[in-house]
């Protein structure tokens, strides 16, 4: 079984929907971040939370939301879609007590479209 | 700020060749240095890692040394294959280890 699985898969919405992208994980780490990437930019971070209290903006936070519900989810809402959303996303999980090396672990990721 | 450039692609190879992916790093600090490997469909995974200066990471037949002096850690494999065709991400983390830095992604396709 993945240690990091994303659901859904793929999506395709319309503008100014609402749209919940799931994370969970079974690797019992503490921090989980949001990426999402698109062609010729890499992986931008969107947001990070090192535990469930603690949640925290990254680059380009802007039309997003999170919520961590527990260690081992961690849910990604567009309020309301737009077009320049459509991407793929990504989450991933790290182990803080591994030492100052920060090796990520990701789930297949979403890809999401919005019309 | 923290950043990686690594070589724009697509590079595309035959089967056996020497591949090289070039990636440079501007960073405060010493961090550690990472690539990444993204198959069709699928999620990153790590590849190799290096987190002090003259480290060489290696795994699978790939090879990257951490280059202080230069600022580098190109990705090295001296006879590709077929199923090597994927997606390669440059990263570092920062001292603190809380964030990565990726590079934009080098696609690499081999033909047989």
């Known amino acids: 079984d993945a240690d990091v699985t994303q659901t859904p898969r793929n999506r395709i919405t319309k503008t100014g929907k609402r749209i919940m992208l799931e994370c969970s994980q079974t690797?019992?780490?503490?921090?989980m971040y949001w990426y999402r990437q698109d062609p010729g930019l890499g992986l931008r971070l969107i947001y990070y939370?090192?535990?469930?209290?603690?949640?925290n903006k990254g680059e380009i936070s802007d039309g997003y939301s999170v919520s961590r519900q527990a260690q081992a989810k961690f849910s990604l809402s567009l309020e309301s879609a737009i077009p320049n959303q459509t991407a793929l996303y990504f989450c991933?999980?790290?182990?803080?007590?591994?030492?100052?090396?920060?090796?990520?672990?990701f789930g297949p990721g979403t890809r999401l479209t919005v019309l | 700020g923290d950043s990686v450039t690594q070589m724009e692609g697509p590079v595309t190879l035959s089967e056996e060749a020497f591949l090289t992916i070039n990636c440079t790093y501007t960073?405060?600090?010493?961090?550690?240095l990472f690539w990444y490997v993204q198959y069709p469909g699928e999620g990153l995974q790590l590849l190799l890692k290096?987190?002090?200066?003259?480290d060489k990471g290696s795994n699978k037949g790939f090879e990257a040394t951490y280059r202080k002096e230069t600022t580098s850690f190109h990705l090295e494999k001296g006879s590709v294959q077929v199923s090597d065709s994927a997606v390669y991400f440059c990263?570092?983390?920062?001292?603190?280890?809380?964030?990565?830095?990726f590079g934009a992604g080098t696609r690499l396709f081999v033909k047989a």
């Open positions: 690797k019992g780490h503490d921090r």
């Open positions: 990263a570092l983390s920062n001292t603190g280890g809380f964030k990565t830095i």
């Open positions: 960073a405060t600090g010493y961090p550690s």
């Open positions: 939370s090192f535990d469930v209290k603690d949640i």
């Open positions: 290096a987190t002090k200066a003259d």
């Open positions: 991933a999980t790290s182990d803080p007590t591994s030492g100052a090396v920060n090796e990520q672990f």
